[in-house]
């Protein structure tokens, strides 16, 4: 191990003597560590999908050239004119169509808009990625690129540092979690199917989160506290091979956090999960067929989506937050974030809604995305 990663080690060690007792998987916090090397390995791979200790840690092992396992921040700032992505990656193009070429297994990207509209994107390859788990959070390292991240064992603090002045990154993003971490059918307790659609993996350790962005990027200042979440994917086969498209995305109205999927595999099946907080509690984390529809709105509102169809104008969503009261949104894109030909958009967006038909709730924040792949 290199001096910078004996420095990272050192980093997290008071997270694990400091953190609270957890309260969903009960586990000690002593840390595990697992590293991933750069080039994929031979012969099969295994993947979990079925809940037991350490929720943010890695899901898939090995890497092989046609699995993967991500890590995954942003957050959005309040006007929608200013958006950060992180995603750490142990996956090759094989598996994940959407990456550049490359025989690197372990690869961060980081792609950013600044108020003027002007957008920044990196990828920085690894020589190795090292990580580990302290209870429930995890913390990486990519060797020789300057970018890891380090989370509390509760996952209620996440830290992404990127010290890469060849690239024109230097700087840090900062989580400070206001709602439970979930999965898709339920809370973060063992046993919960992690499954959000066929042989596809989710666990969302921070749905909500004030962020602090402070980065200077390509010799500018970018700065700003905003809308923040972290989560992860992963699954032991080829993203195309189960994915026909998805609607993902996660925002703040009112008083609620709010994430939702609904999920289309190839062979038109529909799988969702819905998520709701309201002041640090959960109202609802369910896979339930009712507990979520997201559909397209405004231009281009075709469903099921189809790689050929533009992309929508915005989407509507409801979700069931139990005790029988719905929540119905209306998200409005304001700012692409990012677009993959037609295949892929990601997209800043405003919301409005209301509880059971009550008062409006305006001024909400989204970050949402979707692939269409059919």
Same mark, same amino acid.
């Given at each position: 191990?290199?001096?910078?990663?004996?420095?990272?080690?050192?980093?997290?060690?008071?997270?694990?003597?400091?953190?609270?007792?957890?309260?969903?998987?009960?586990?000690?916090?002593?840390?595990?560590?697992?590293?991933?090397?750069?080039?994929?390995? +031979?012969?099969?791979? !295994?993947?979990?999908?079925? /809940?037991?200790?350490? %929720?943010? &840690?890695?899901?898939? =092992?090995? #890497?092989?050239?046609?699995?993967?396992?991500?890590?995954?921040?942003?957050?959005?700032?309040?006007?929608?004119?200013?958006?950060?992505?992180?995603?750490?990656?142990?996956?090759?193009?094989?598996?994940?169509?959407?990456?550049?070429?490359?025989?690197?297994?372990?690869?961060?990207?980081?792609?950013?808009?600044?108020?003027?509209?002007?957008?920044?994107?990196?990828?920085?390859?690894?020589?190795? +990625?090292?990580?580990? !788990?302290?209870?429930?959070? /995890?913390?990486?390292? %990519?060797? &020789?690129?300057?970018? =890891?991240? #380090?989370?509390?064992?509760?996952?209620?603090?996440?830290?992404?540092?990127?010290?890469?002045?060849?690239?024109?990154?230097?700087?840090?993003?900062?989580?400070?979690?206001?709602?439970?971490?979930?999965?898709?059918?339920?809370?973060?307790?063992?046993?919960?199917?992690?499954?959000?659609?066929?042989?596809?993996?989710?666990?969302?350790?921070?749905?909500?989160?004030?962020?602090?962005?402070?980065?200077?990027?390509?010799?500018?200042?970018?700065?700003?506290?905003?809308?923040?979440?972290?989560?992860?994917?992963? =699954?032991?086969?080829?993203?195309?091979?189960?994915?026909?498209?998805?609607?993902?995305?996660?925002?703040?109205?009112?008083?609620?956090?709010?994430?939702?999927?609904?999920?289309?595999?190839?062979?038109?099946?529909?799988?969702?999960?819905?998520?709701?907080?309201?002041?640090?509690?959960?109202?609802?984390?369910?896979?339930?067929?009712?507990?979520?529809?997201?559909?397209?709105?405004?231009?281009?509102?075709?469903?099921?989506?189809?790689?050929?169809?533009?992309?929508?104008?915005?989407?509507?969503?409801?979700?069931?937050?139990?005790?029988?009261?719905?929540?119905?949104?209306?998200?409005?894109?304001?700012?692409?974030?990012?677009?993959?030909?037609?295949?892929?958009?990601?997209?800043?967006?405003?919301?409005?809604?209301?509880?059971?038909?009550?008062?409006?709730?305006?001024?909400?924040?989204?970050?949402?995305?979707?692939?269409?792949?059919?």
């Amino acid at each position: 191990m290199g001096v910078f990663t004996l420095a990272w080690l050192v980093a997290i060690l008071p997270l694990a003597s400091a953190s609270r007792a957890l309260p969903a998987l009960k586990q000690s916090v002593s840390p595990t560590f697992k590293i991933i090397p750069s080039t994929a390995i +031979a012969g099969p791979s !295994t993947a979990r999908f079925v /809940s037991g200790t350490e %929720f943010d &840690g890695p899901q898939v =092992s090995p #890497i092989n050239s046609t699995s993967w396992d991500w890590w995954y921040f942003d957050a959005v700032s309040p006007d929608l004119k200013t958006a950060l992505s992180i995603v750490f990656y142990n996956a090759l193009p094989s598996g994940f169509p959407f990456l550049a070429p490359s025989d690197t297994v372990t690869i961060a990207t980081l792609d950013c808009i600044f108020e003027n509209g002007t957008q920044f994107y990196a990828v920085l390859e690894a020589s190795e +990625a090292i990580i580990t !788990t302290v209870g429930d959070g /995890s913390s990486g390292c %990519f060797e &020789g690129t300057g970018a =890891s991240w #380090i989370g509390a064992p509760d996952m209620t603090t996440y830290r992404v540092e990127i010290n890469s002045p060849k690239n024109g990154i230097v700087g840090t993003f900062e989580l400070r979690s206001l709602a439970p971490a979930h999965y898709p059918c339920g809370t973060a307790e063992a046993g919960q199917s992690m499954m959000v659609g066929p042989n596809i993996g989710w666990s969302n350790a921070v749905p909500d989160a004030v962020g602090t962005v402070d980065f200077k990027i390509a010799g500018s200042d970018f700065a700003w506290t905003g809308v923040g979440y972290h989560d992860k994917n992963w =699954s032991d086969q080829p993203f195309a091979a189960n994915v026909g498209s998805w609607f993902w995305g996660h925002g703040r109205l009112g008083n609620y956090s709010i994430v939702w999927f609904d999920f289309l595999a190839l062979n038109g099946s529909e799988y969702v999960s819905g998520y709701a907080a309201r002041h640090g509690e959960i109202l609802t984390a369910s896979c339930r067929e009712d507990s979520v529809k997201v559909r397209p709105s405004g231009v281009n509102d075709e469903y099921p989506p189809v790689a050929s169809s533009g992309f929508p104008g915005g989407f509507n969503i409801t979700l069931h937050l139990g005790n029988e009261s719905t929540l119905t949104a209306r998200v409005h894109i304001k700012t692409v974030l990012q677009q993959s030909t037609t295949l892929y958009s990601r997209w800043a967006g405003s919301m409005e809604g209301s509880v059971d038909g009550g008062e409006v709730i305006s001024g909400g924040v989204a970050l949402l995305e979707e692939f269409k792949l059919v």
